[in-house]
């Protein structure tokens, strides 16, 4: 294996992390827009956690230019977090136990899962990628609010024949701990 590179485009990332978990290469270098993605930063987070992939040198670059950098590992630890199968999970996503609804922009929406750094939603009212959002947490103790970024939607029609947007959210600035403490009571 010495010498020998694979390259994945950036929209495969989950056969780069099979590649990486199966081949255990010395170097695994990324290039410095993707690592800053979303998916990029997962797949960073994916190989950091991987007790057997401890000896892998993470390394970003840049295509045109001269930038460099050795992404820092932690010192391993006994209890790795459990890691998931799309590739693109920074936190553990739950379903919701049975109807949540959220606001968005002041508009009702439907929470379908929900984690301390993201959720799926699915609103009557338009959501576009890149789209910044106002959201709440309906709590008995008290909303928790927060900004959002949506991350993708896709257009579905609910089973009565209505419009509705499916949408995943990125938190910008929610408090993890009232996040989490909103989650576990509604979680399936």
Do not use: C
């Not at 977090?81 to 002041?106: E, Q």
């Not at 993708?152 to 989490?180: C, H, K, Q």
């Amino acid at each position: 294996m010495d010498g020998e590179l694979l390259e994945f485009a950036h929209t495969d990332a989950l056969a780069a992390l099979q590649a990486i978990t199966t081949r255990r290469p010395r170097i695994v270098a990324l290039e410095r827009l993707f690592a800053m993605t979303s998916r990029g930063a997962a797949l960073i987070n994916r190989i950091k956690a991987d007790p057997s992939l401890v000896d892998v040198e993470i390394r970003v670059i840049a295509h045109d230019n001269d930038y460099s950098r050795i992404v820092p590992r932690a010192k391993p630890s006994t209890a790795a977090p459990a890691l998931d199968n799309t590739g693109t999970r920074r936190a553990p996503r739950f379903k919701m136990a049975g109807r949540v609804d959220v606001l968005i922009d002041g508009k009702t929406a439907l929470l379908v899962d929900l984690s301390t750094v993201g959720a799926q939603v699915i609103s009557p009212a338009a959501l576009r990628p890149n789209q910044e959002i106002a959201m709440v947490l309906p709590d008995g103790g008290g909303p928790v609010r927060f900004n959002a970024k949506v991350a993708w939607t896709a257009f579905v029609t609910s089973p009565d024949g209505a419009a509705r947007y499916r949408a995943g959210v990125d938190f910008l600035d929610a408090n993890a701990a009232e996040v989490d403490a909103f989650l576990q009571p509604r979680k399936a």
